[in-house]
T-cell receptor, first 113, second 114 residues
Framework: GESVGLHLPTLSVQEGDNSIINCAYSNSASDYFIWYKQESGKGPQFIID?????DKRQGQRVTVLLNKTVKHLSLQIAATQPGDSAVYFCAENSAGSARQLTFGSGTQLTVLP | EPEVTQTPSHQVTQMGQEVILRCVPI?????FYWYRQILGQKVEFLVS????????KSEIFDDQFSVERPDGSNFTLKIRSTKLEDSAMYFC????????????FGDGTRLSIL
């Protein structure tokens, strides 16, 4: 079946460096993607989204890149801070009428002092 | 900033008992969802709710599950006869009516079945 998956389960970066978290998706019909951050004991927190008619979108310290040719999504975090330590999930909207989300497996980002 | 709120934060229940998880979605949102996350695993879709009826449900959402919007603010998930494998974090989410808007999640209810 169709699925959304992540390349790496863990990522450690030095404070101040840039982080790149990757995601592969397999549903070529996906047209909307979201990155969520999940801290321990909390729910997924919206970070940034991108529609399939775009290949790049920037937010505050975050950038999402979408490559539809290879069905790849990435999240770039600039100047990573200790507060960025969390699990990051990519998610895609399904084609269902309510547009429920299909989540990837998550990447644990650890920011080292 | 408006947020989705869920109660209780932790629910401990004996196997076979009924449990009701409660959610207050963001007030101007029209689509409501329940997801679950088994410890260490990814978030899985259970059910979506729009215009006072279920619009989509996953195979996880069997006859033991039901959802209700009893009034203008609450959205509930009921599990009629809990099983050990129902132990998980349950997240409620909501979004605006406009297509391709993000879903906003609550902080979840940790359900522990003994």
């Amino acid at each position: 079946g169709e699925s959304v998956g992540l390349h790496l389960p863990t990522l450690s970066v030095q404070e101040g460096d840039n982080s790149i978290i990757n995601c592969a998706y397999s549903n070529s019909a996906s047209d909307y993607f979201i990155w969520y951050k999940q801290e321990s004991g909390k729910g997924p927190q919206f970070i940034i989204d991108i529609r399939s008619n775009m290949d790049k979108r920037q937010g505050q310290r975050v950038t999402v890149l979408l490559n539809k040719t290879v069905k790849h999504l990435s999240l770039q975090i600039a100047a990573t801070q200790p507060g960025d330590s969390a699990v990051y999930f990519c998610a895609e909207n399904s084609a269902g009428s309510a547009r429920q989300l299909t989540f990837g497996s998550g990447t644990q980002l650890t920011v080292l002092p | 900033e408006p947020e989705v709120t869920q109660t209780p934060s932790h629910q401990v229940t004996q196997m076979g008992q009924e449990v009701i998880l409660r959610c207050v979605p963001i007030s101007n949102h029209l689509y409501f969802y329940w997801y679950r996350q088994i410890l260490g695993q990814k978030v899985e879709f259970l059910v979506s709710f729009y215009n006072n009826e279920i619009s989509e449900k996953s195979e996880i959402f069997d006859d033991q599950f039901s959802v209700e919007r009893p009034d203008g603010s609450n959205f509930t998930l009921k599990i009629r006869s809990t099983k050990l494998e129902d132990s998980a974090m349950y997240f409620c989410a909501s979004r605006e009516r406009v297509v391709n808007q993000p879903q906003h999640f609550g902080d979840g209810t940790r359900l522990s079945i003994l």
